[in-house]
């Protein structure tokens, strides 16, 4: 049997999971059970183990850790800096995740001592490098919103334009013009409108539309961009 000569270093995968919780961008932090950081908030994450993808390792962990299995996840980057996990040479790599939390039900498992949303332009200090990537996260999910259609990941299967355009802005972090972007949104052929409206409202009731996943999927594949 052939031996490798050379240290290996240690794999780990973390991953920032964003959410919407009451109009407010959000992330999913849980409570270190173990050292180092014991007590520390974190992100979500652990070692990958010998017969595991990364996916399947960022899925696993997240279940494990925080009770979400249904959710948008997509590798994010590798953090490498040599002294960045006081226990040995650990590189992790990162992934960005998007919950809808109008579905889901968050609860700490099995690895961690607690697990909560924060909310991301305050969030606590955090164990490791994990600020680090979490910027990085934060930086991916700006920069993709853009042009592909993640904000209806965050959104439950009906929803009002006047939702959608106030995640863009929450995510964005800047207003947007009603009108323009309106037009916009209805001009991409994916959201469909609906025969069905708001219930028991103060305000004149919206109406409620959908996402079109299959045409979205069609056009991508032709290069289509989501552009808003």
């Known amino acids: 049997m052939y031996q490798y000569e050379y240290p290996h270093p240690a794999v780990t995968v973390d991953s920032v999971v964003f959410g919407l919780d009451n109009e407010e961008l959000k992330i999913l932090l849980i409570r270190r059970k173990l050292e180092p950081f014991k007590g520390a908030w974190a992100l979500p994450g652990g070692f990958v183990q010998m017969d595991e993808s990364l996916d399947d390792a960022a899925k696993r962990e997240l279940m494990e850790e925080t009770g979400v ?10 953090f490498g800096k ?3 996990d006081p226990r040995e040479r650990v590189i992790t790599v990162a992934y960005v995740a998007i919950v809808n939390l109008f579905d889901h039900t968050v609860k700490a498992d099995s690895d961690a001592e607690e697990a909560g949303w ?3 332009e305050d969030p606590p200090e955090l164990a490791f490098d994990h600020i680090k990537i979490l910027a990085a996260a934060l930086n991916r999910l700006q920069g993709k919103i853009r042009y592909q259609p993640l904000v209806f990941e965050f959104l439950p299967e009906k929803f009002t334009l006047s939702q959608v355009q106030k995640l863009y802005e929450t995510v964005l972090c800047r207003p947007l013009d009603k009108r323009n972007f309106r037009k916009k949104i209805q001009g991409t052929g994916m ?3 609906l025969d069905e409206y708001e219930m028991d409202v103060s305000h004149r009731a919206a109406r409620f539309y959908y996402f079109d996943r299959k045409a979205w999927e069609e056009k991508s594949g032709e290069g289509f961009h989501f552009s808003i």
């Open 69 to 78: 299995e249904k959710l948008y996840l997509e590798q994010l980057a590798t």
């Open 82 to 84: 040599p002294d960045r």
């Open 191 to 193: 959201v469909i409108p």
């Open 118 to 120: 924060f909310p991301v």
